[in-house]
């Protein structure tokens, strides 16, 4: 069972920057995808952006411009967040689908808050 171990989020205010970052707890042998999804207070989980293996990149258009998905060759995957606004607020789950069988995997969420 794959573990992601994600961490960065905090507080900010609007404008500002943050940087999340999610490392599978195994070595992962075929990754399809990587990224990260957002859920508000009584909203759906929605797409931020993924990376898959062969670096193509999908991002929501909410934050198309603002943020960057990027990924290492250890499948560590970051999100750049910059002027972050207060629609940003929610928890960021980091999310991994394996090549193959396409099992998806999911981190525990980590909270993203944007307040003056």
């Known amino acids: 069972q794959v573990q992601l171990v994600e961490s960065g989020g905090g507080l900010v205010q609007p404008g500002g920057s943050l940087r999340l970052s999610c490392t599978p707890s195994?070595?992962?042998?075929?990754?399809?995808?990587m990224g990260w999804y957002r859920q508000a207070p009584g909203e759906q989980r929605e797409l931020v952006a993924t990376?898959?293996?062969?670096?193509?990149t999908n991002y929501a258009d909410s934050v198309k411009g603002r943020f960057t998905v990027s990924r290492t060759n250890a499948n560590t995957v970051y999100l750049q967040m910059n002027n972050l606004s207060p629609e940003d607020t929610a928890v960021y789950y980091c999310?991994?689908?394996?090549?193959?069988?396409?099992?998806?995997?999911w981190g525990q969420g980590t909270q993203v808050t944007v307040r003056g």
């Open positions: 999310y991994l689908k394996i090549g193959g069988w396409g099992t998806e995997y």
């Open positions: 195994s070595t992962i042998s075929s990754v399809y995808a």
């Open positions: 990376i898959r293996a062969g670096g193509h």
